[in-house]
């Protein structure tokens, strides 16, 4: 059955129509959370029950195969994981709140779709798909200080995200051109071949860009700081989760294009040189923010940077180790959003001291918050010490000791920022800050992701065995 | 082969003489042609033989904006229909004609909803926004 495959899709495809229908008759925010959130749900139990699927549809433009179908199912289960999150929606007004989760169902279609595609042009439209909905969802925040810093953000990240896409599509151009097809598995033979043609590399690599610009790696990431901050609590827990894994996974299938060889070499050293920027970048703005979400998205440039480590192994294990440190990371910082939405009381940024005593205020997110820090910042028996175990292993196995040593110090600049918020948490008086209520979805939904982070760093065997069956699968 | 490939050329060479001469044509004959005289229109702005109105810096309502948009959802998207068009007569697309029907009518059909959606948010009710 061929709509199997697509069956995630449709299902969130069906639920923006319901959500469109809803926001024409003037329904209100509850009725559309609810119903966004029964299409998410049904979305990640079809893509559970399809995840064994494989085919391809739409005239080999979207080829699913356990890679892809893996994938759909984490973006569909982080998708169920934000909507709860933002059950309140603090700072979105509730007349546009049917069109805000009607943009965030079409998002995560297009990042299902952005895994799944087989073709450049597809990769495209999906790709854009997925990033028009996230410019929309940016300036739906409420303006609260009449200073429009949503309309700043949304702004700088929508020229930001052309640019990127203006030099994806160029670089497609140019891997059209070589290889004389779009469809991606009969572009790698006929590039493998020309490899040490620089064409192919400068096509490549722009490629790489847009999603570069995804991830926030280095040269692409002036948007993270200010959108972080400008969008609303519940949109960066969005913006700050699933496109990473999605584009992360993206950069694996495209570097397969350049299998390692005489060639690549140039576009390793290129990619090493991005992760350490990325990474020395990232961790020393974190460490002056006062604002969290700032500071989040910092340390997201440097874990985007340790992400593009395994990446430029150019090989299975190294890929494997990029997606399993790509989904702890979503994890991670879902964790760590679900504290800061509810500790922010009617939507405001959260600065870093507002977290005082948060252990006095509300046990649990202080755990979750803890968990989820000591998680990014490397420490065992987290998901994130295994994950950055991995990525330097198999960077160390093919031979990358400089890149290796300078990752290492940077997990020790990161711990410093990172651990100095646990300790506001723990040790800093509230003072006059009150105690915070959570209702049991959000409790719930702490604990399980607690539970996740630490199961994937305890047992990570047969994850790292499924994400590696994951890259074999694009063979 | 080579006399071809000149004979290309000077189709080339042709056509871009006609080219120039086209352009240049009409202001060397009204060089000759015209009236020497200097008359108050002549001094006015050039409006496709309007009379202008008015400057030209003032206030347009923002109405207008969002007619405009509108309009931009199916301006563009007629272009991809044109392919379609091309093809649709003489070749079955998708296995069979009504699956080629139906998907084409989708198109379109979603194409309407932002038009819906403009209507129910009153984008066609003619008042002044601030």
Redo the contacts between chains.
Sequence with gaps: MKILLFLPELTLLLGALVL?QL??A?ADGRKARLTALLFAAGAAVFSLVCLGQQGTLFFEALRMDFFSQLVKLILALGLVAVLVIGRELKDIADGVRPEYYLFMLCSVVGLMMLVSSAELLTLFMALELSSYCLYLMVPMRDDRKGLRVQMEAAVKYVIFGVLASGIMLFGMSYLFALSGSTHLPEMVPVLAAMLDNPAVLVGIVMVMAGFFYKLAIFPFHFWVPDVYQGASNETTTFIASLPKIAAAAMLIKISTLAAPGAGADTLVVLLTLLAVLSMFYGNLSALVQTDIKRMLGFSGIAHAGFILVGVLTLDVMGYAAALYYATGYVVMSLACFLVICNVSRNGENVQIEDLSGLYQRAPLLALVLAVGLFALAGIPPFVGFMGKFFLLTSALNQGHLALVILAAINTAIAIYYYLSVVRVVYTAEPESRPAIGLNIPTRALGIVLVLIIIALGVLPGSALDTAAMAVRSLG | MEQEYLIDLLYVVAFFLGGVGFALGPIIISLLLAPRTRQPQTDTLYECGMQPIGEAWVRFGIVYYLYALVFLAFAVDVLFLFPVALIYAQEVILGSALLDFIVIFLFIDTLA?AV??AW?KGVFQWERRV
């Design positions: 469109f926001s024409v003037g | 909803l819906v959606y129910k």
